[in-house]
């Protein structure tokens, strides 16, 4: 899985490269949330960490997982718990 930045998920998502949005239940550490974008070349998509290098983005709740769905352009996501 490749971690992107917000402003390129944006582009991706424009471009019409993102097919899905999913959001995934995470328990190692803080036991929050993991957002995952599937693309049409079935290229898996992760929400990169604003402060750490290579790191995904953790939510506490699924309505700030879909709050950042919704700002790339996504209606709607997959819920995997």
């Not at 957002?35 to 992760?46: D, I, Q």
């Not at 750490?52 to 879909?66: G, V």
């Amino acid at each position: 899985m490749k971690c992107v930045e917000h402003k390129e998920l944006v582009t991706l998502f424009d471009a019409g490269a993102l097919k899905s949005a999913e959001i995934h239940y995470w328990a190692v550490g803080n036991h929050g949330y993991r957002v995952e974008f599937v693309g049409t070349n079935k290229e898996r998509y992760g929400y990169k960490a604003q402060r750490q290098t290579n790191h995904l983005r953790e939510f506490k709740s699924i309505d700030a997982a879909m709050s950042a769905i919704g700002k790339i352009g996504f209606k709607t996501a997959t819920i995997h718990i």
